[in-house]
């Protein structure tokens, strides 16, 4: 064998246990993030006898369904779900509807105010919704929208992150576009509909899932303003399943848990091609 063969057997070589050492990586942190809910799956298929018995069973001995049935009608979860998917879809509308039109003039038009409103809206992006709850309780309370619809959705239909990314993403898109269709007679809003929303399909998909899953996780919100149970939404459900499982029912509190789960699993599957596209596209543009 030559001195040439055996320097690139061993870069081949060198090459390879690399590549297994990196999927070996790879393999072990994609362990650890899915454990929670690897352990989550198995626990709500298994009955409470084989949850308690001691060493813990890592995997069902038989496929039991009855901890999601339980779940599914001790709180109502379908009610619970709709609830849920109502409130996210209208969020996600509403923050991707602003955030268009107010991305776009600040992007696009020069008006008095501009830079003190666009740092106005900046600032929000300081305040976490823990600070700001207590004196949106108030305002809500007020208005008489507490335990309603209105209540759980109004403060949420817009987000200062939705405007920012749009607008940046609109500042990327030639000016000469722009000059071409003021050119033709292209109003604004024409130009808005027909020329930058057909250019920002991919940005808007993935802040329309990130927008709808936000909302579907929200916790804390739902929590102080909404009391009736026909009005909770399915991650009040969870919190529900503890109050009749004195006795910790774990496998149950695991079977509502992966119920609520699984639509955003679906959701971002489904959705995945375009969020993951869209913040590529803005990633190089930036």
Same mark, same amino acid.
């Given at each position: 064998?030559?001195?040439?063969?055996?320097?690139?057997?061993?870069?081949?070589?060198?090459?390879?246990?690399?590549?297994?050492?990196?999927? &070996? @990586?790879?393999?072990?942190?994609?362990?650890?993030?899915?454990? *929670?809910?690897?352990?989550?799956?198995?626990?709500?298929?298994?009955?409470?006898?084989?949850?308690? !018995?001691? *060493?813990?069973?890592?995997? *069902?001995?038989?496929?039991?369904?009855?901890?999601?049935?339980?779940?599914?009608? &001790?709180?109502?979860?379908?009610?619970?779900?709709?609830?849920? @998917?109502?409130?996210?879809?209208?969020?996600?509308?509403?923050?991707?509807?602003?955030?268009?039109?107010?991305?776009?003039?600040?992007?696009?038009?020069?008006?008095?105010?501009?830079?003190?409103?666009?740092?106005?809206?900046?600032?929000?992006?300081?305040?976490?919704?823990?600070? /700001?709850?207590?004196?949106?309780?108030?305002?809500?309370?007020? &208005?008489?929208?507490?335990?309603?619809?209105?209540? @759980?959705?109004?403060?949420?239909?817009?987000?200062?992150?939705?405007?920012?990314?749009?607008?940046?993403?609109?500042?990327?898109?030639?000016?000469? $576009?722009?000059?071409?269709?003021?050119?033709?007679?292209?109003?604004? $809003?024409?130009?808005?509909?027909?020329?930058?929303?057909?250019?920002?399909?991919?940005?808007?998909?993935?802040?329309?899932?990130?927008?709808?899953?936000?909302?579907?996780?929200?916790?804390?919100? *739902?929590?102080?303003?909404?009391?009736?149970?026909?009005?909770? !939404?399915?991650?009040?459900?969870?919190?529900?399943?503890?109050?009749?499982?004195?006795? /910790?029912?774990?496998?149950?509190?695991?079977?509502?848990?992966?119920?609520?789960?699984?639509?955003?699993?679906?959701?971002?599957?489904?959705?995945?091609?375009?969020?993951?596209?869209?913040?590529?596209?803005?990633?190089?543009?930036?």
């Amino acid at each position: 064998m030559t001195p040439s063969i055996r320097s690139k057997r061993r870069f081949f070589e060198h090459r390879i246990r690399a590549a297994l050492g990196w999927h &070996l @990586l790879y393999i072990v942190a994609s362990l650890l993030v899915l454990m *929670p809910v690897l352990v989550g799956l198995s626990i709500s298929m298994q009955p409470r006898d084989q949850i308690f !018995t001691y *060493p813990p069973s890592l995997f *069902p001995k038989t496929l039991y369904l009855a901890n999601y049935a339980d779940a599914w009608r &001790l709180v109502n979860m379908g009610r619970l779900l709709a609830n849920s @998917l109502w409130a996210s879809l209208i969020v996600m509308l509403g923050k991707l509807l602003l955030g268009i039109t107010s991305g776009y003039a600040f992007s696009h038009f020069e008006f008095k105010g501009k830079r003190f409103l666009f740092f106005a809206v900046l600032f929000t992006l300081m305040l976490p919704l823990e600070v /700001r709850v207590v004196p949106l309780f108030e305002l809500i309370s007020q &208005l008489g929208w507490a335990n309603t619809y209105t209540g @759980l959705v109004m403060p949420f239909l817009a987000s200062a992150t939705t405007t920012f990314l749009i607008m940046q993403h609109f500042k990327t898109i030639p000016k000469e $576009l722009k000059e071409s269709a003021d050119m033709d007679g292209c109003g604004p $809003l024409r130009f808005l509909i027909r020329i930058l929303l057909p250019l920002s399909g991919p940005i808007l998909a993935g802040l329309a899932t990130v927008n709808f899953l936000s909302m579907w996780n929200t916790y804390l919100w *739902p929590l102080m303003i909404i009391n009736a149970d026909n009005l909770k !939404t399915a991650q009040l459900g969870i919190k529900m399943l503890f109050s009749p499982a004195a006795e /910790r029912e774990w496998g149950l509190i695991m079977g509502g848990t992966i119920t609520v789960v699984i639509p955003t699993l679906l959701i971002f599957m489904l959705s995945q091609r375009f969020f993951v596209k869209g913040i590529a596209t803005q990633g190089i543009k930036e």
